[in-house]
């Protein structure tokens, strides 16, 4: 697929790595020269193209080859130019699919509303959205209307992890959380009590926000 | 009318003065809170503070019943977004857009807005007063 991507900082630049390796055509646009360099010094393919440029400009889209894109994916660090970078996208230049990233999770219904196919607030869901059913955005803001407590996180399980090599069953969550997904390798599952926590597998949880943290954190083994 | 003004600088704060002292109820909306100063303080407008592009403060700021909003904020992704929401979700029936850049004006237009561009402006200004039988052509 061809794909436009708006943004080259942290989150441009891991987008763009990890869309290369699944086979796509990226093409990219970033407003600081720095940032266009490195992205440029890091992949050598044909298959990534870098434009310097302010990705909410039309000449600068044009330039950069937004009219070949069938995505265009907003992932700067501020709202407005990622909803600006979509509608000129979308509006102007006819691509199909449009998806932005928002820092304030309220402008997710906003940006919705406003005509971007998919929005999301959390960086990590970002490159796996674009090859997968399940839209996270969704999924939180569901929550967010319905149970404004509720939360969907995902942790990696540390190797410090008091949780690691435990069983489901003998770690105790607190009541009403639970693990709703275990992904070891390429391999997904649904968790039951004799499923065992191994380190490096990544699980998402799902429970009260305020509960949540902690659980994280002992998860990731993280020492206070 | 009850005129929502987005962005309290030069532009903002002279429009906001001049419409409520004929009559209009004036809403100004700025990030910054002493940027309100500006508006001097024999001024009956109101101000909320916060960005323009956040709902809860365009809803502070009665979005709901506003005739008309005018985004002149020094950002123009900003100004547009705020124009988008107020044309599309808050069905606003007036909604004029600053647009700084002359170049993106005519990009800003096909996204249904209604620009007013200060520089193009300026410039018509300055070449009607340097010739001005070109100007009547």
């Known amino acids: 697929m061809n794909i436009t991507i708006v943004g080259g900082g942290n989150v441009g630049y891991y987008l763009t790595k990890t869309l290369l390796a699944e086979k796509h055509r990226i093409m990219l646009i970033e407003q600081s020269m720095p940032r266009c360099e490195r992205i440029v010094a890091a992949f050598n393919t044909s298959n990534l193209s870098v434009t310097h440029g302010d990705g909410t400009d039309a000449e600068s889209l044009l330039e950069s080859g937004v009219r070949d894109a069938e995505a265009l994916i907003a992932v700067t660090g501020q709202d407005q130019n990622n909803f600006v970078a979509c509608q000129l996208g979308k509006d102007y230049f006819g691509v199909k699919r449009t998806i932005a990233r928002v820092k304030n999770p309220k402008n997710i219904r906003v940006f919705e509303k406003l005509g971007v196919n998919s929005v999301i607030s959390s960086t990590s869901r970002i490159a796996g959205s674009i090859n997968q059913e399940l839209d996270w955005s969704d999924v939180n803001q569901l929550f967010l209307q319905a149970a404004s407590h509720v939360r969907v996180k995902e942790a990696i399980i540390g190797e410090s992890s008091p949780f690691c090599g435990k069983r489901l069953c003998e770690i105790g969550l607190p009541k009403g959380m639970i693990m709703v997904c275990l992904v070891r390798g390429n391999i997904a599952l649904i968790p039951n009590g004799e499923t065992q926590l191994l380190a490096d597998d990544s699980v998402i949880m799902l429970g009260a926000e305020t509960e949540l943290p902690d659980v994280l954190e002992a998860l990731r083994g993280k020492v206070k | ?137």
């Open chain 2, 1 to 137: 009318m009850y005129i929502i003004i987005a962005g309290c600088g030069k532009i903002g704060s002279n429009l906001a003065k001049r419409l409520s002292s004929g009559g209009h109820d004036v809403v100004v909306i700025d990030a910054d809170s002493k940027s309100f100063s500006l508006l001097g303080s024999a001024s009956n407008c109101m101000s909320v503070t916060g960005m323009p592009i956040d709902e809860d403060v365009l809803k502070e700021a009665g979005i709901d019943r506003a005739d008309a909003l005018v985004s002149v904020t020094g950002d123009d992704n900003v100004n547009i977004m705020a124009a988008q929401m107020a044309r599309q979700l808050y069905h606003v029936p007036v909604v004029i857009t600053r647009c700084y850049d002359p170049a993106r004006e005519e990009a800003v237009r096909t996204l249904g807005l209604t620009t007013v561009c200060p520089a193009l402006l300026a410039v018509n200004k300055i070449c009607g007063q340097l010739s001005p039988e070109e100007d009547k052509l």
